[in-house]
Each structure stands twice: as C-alpha cells, then as structure tokens.
Nanobody
Framework: QVQLVQSGGGLVQPGGSLRLSCAAS????????IGWFRQAPGKERERVGC????????IYADSVKGRFTISRDNSETTMYLQMDSLKPEDTAVYYC?????????????????WGQGTQVTVSS
C-alpha cells in the first residue's frame, strides 16, 4: 500500500527550530520529486520547497529560503523538512508530497501522494 506518514511538528517559539519527517511505504523516493507544502487558515496551499528525483536539486519559496532545508535519507524512504529561525508567519499545516515523475512543480495538483498533514505553530 502506497502511503506517506508524517511526524513532528507542534508549538515552537519564534526563532526556534523543528524537523518534520515523512515516511514512505510502498515505494522509494530516489527517482521521484518530493515536496513540502503548507496551508494557513484562509489561504491557499503553497509550496515550501521541493527536491527533484535522482539528482536531488532543491528549490525553496523565497519566504523560507535560507531557513528551511529538504532532505531524504540514504534508504530513500524518508524525507525531512528542517525548519530553523521560525517566524509566526510560518504557522500552518504542513504536508509532504511525492510526484510520480522526477521534476518539481508548484501546483499541488501535479503531486500524486500526500501525507496526512501536521500542524506547526510558531508563537511566544
């Protein structure tokens, strides 16, 4: 069965760090584009960042560039989102996602599998 299961998230103070994990079952991640999206209340789902399949090039939204890092482990079954220097405006539900193809896309509709979502709240 193909699925993505997320863990991590929670409440953190501004300036703090969190790491989100996303474990894949039923397939490996090495040949597929992997992405992280987020959705704040009343806003559209936006792409935080993406890593291409095979070569692993990464691209990030301007709002998180230099603060967030996407990675995947050597087993190619778990992906991560390391979030540093968190700001209140980073508060949202975060989703991991995977495309069948290896190239990234900004459109959520282009992704085939989604994690269940996890809440990240940045507040003092």
């Amino acid at each position: 069965q193909v699925q993505l299961v997320q863990s991590g998230g929670g409440l953190v103070q501004p300036g703090g760090s969190l790491r989100l994990s996303c474990a894949a079952s039923g397939f490996t991640l090495d040949q597929r584009a992997i992405g992280w999206f987020r959705q704040a209340p009343g806003k559209e789902r936006e792409r935080v960042g993406c890593m291409t399949g095979r070569l692993g090039f990464t691209i990030y939204a301007d709002s998180v560039k230099g603060r967030f890092t996407i990675s995947r482990d050597n087993s190619e079954t778990t992906m991560y989102l390391q979030m540093d220097s968190l700001k209140p405006e980073d508060t949202a539900v975060y989703y991991c996602t995977v495309k069948t193809g290896r190239y990234c896309s900004t459109s959520p509709q282009q992704y085939d599998y989604w994690g269940q979502g996890t809440q990240v709240t940045v507040s003092s």
